[in-house]
T-cell receptor
Framework: SQKIEQNSEALNIQEGKTATLTCNYTNYSPAYLQWYRQDPGRGPVFLLLIRENEKEKRKERLKVTFDTTLKQSLFHITASQPADSATYLCALGSGGGFKTIFGAGTRLFVKA | NAGVTQTPKFRVLKTGQSMTLLCAQDMNHEYMYWYRQDPGMGLRLIHYSVGEGTTAKGEVPDGYNVSRLKKQNFLLGLESAAPSQTSVYFC?????????????FGEGSRLTVL
């Protein structure tokens, strides 16, 4: 069955450092991969999308890589800030949004 | 611009009771979805709709029903609540596109079934 794995352990980093989150998947050939941010008690918010034919995407301090051979995506936040503390969800999709599947998320804590 | 609005935000039910969660979106999106989120698990799709008057089953549809009578509204019903349905429910919407599937989520409805 299709499976997405994100590190279930929280990631603790110091302010100013680069946070790197990992998303691995099996039994799926996605057309695109998305990253969402979710704050406690709130709904997920879309951050970035990268398509299967793209290796890297950047948006401000965010960078996403997508390796369809390794079936892995890396999500980087450079110059991290305490405000970046949240849970980050990886999602895979193909076709319409109803084919999107989500990972359980990784909690990030950025200490001042 | 409200985006996606869910009501109620919190609800406590007894086993066997029924209830309806309401989702409204003001972005004129064709697609709407209901997910549940449980600790340690990813969001799981319950039901979805690709247009007014149409609905389809997702990954975990048992025990739930939905209706989409108006394009902007998507209702999720529990006819006979069970403790296993204790969860946080999220409604989402998206444009009709094959290439991105970007989802816009509501703030969630926390349901406890005793």
């Amino acid at each position: 069955s299709q499976k997405i794995e994100q590190n279930s352990e929280a990631l603790n980093i110091q302010e100013g450092k680069t946070a790197t989150l990992t998303c691995n998947y099996t039994n799926y050939s996605p057309a695109y991969l998305q990253w969402y941010r979710q704050d406690p008690g709130r709904g997920p918010v879309f951050l970035l999308l990268i398509r299967e034919n793209e290796k890297e995407k950047r948006k401000e301090r965010l960078k996403v890589t997508f390796d369809t051979t390794l079936k892995q995506s890396l999500f980087h936040i450079t110059a991290s800030q305490p405000a970046d503390s949240a849970t980050y969800l990886c999602a895979l999709g193909s076709g319409g949004g109803f084919k999107t599947i989500f990972g359980a998320g990784t909690r990030l804590f950025v200490k001042a | 611009n409200a985006g996606v609005t869910q009501t109620p935000k919190f609800r406590v039910l007894k086993t066997g009771q029924s209830m309806t969660l309401l989702c409204a979106q003001d972005m004129n999106h064709e697609y709407m979805y209901w997910y549940r989120q449980d600790p340690g698990m990813g969001l799981r799709l319950i039901h979805y709709s690709v247009g007014e008057g149409t609905t389809a089953k997702g990954e975990v549809p048992d025990g739930y029903n939905v209706s989409r009578l108006k394009k902007q509204n998507f209702l999720l019903g529990l006819e006979s609540a069970a403790p296993s349905q204790t969860s946080v429910y999220f409604c989402a919407s998206s444009r009709r596109t094959r290439n991105t599937g970007e989802l816009f989520f509501g703030e969630g409805s926390r349901l406890t079934v005793l």
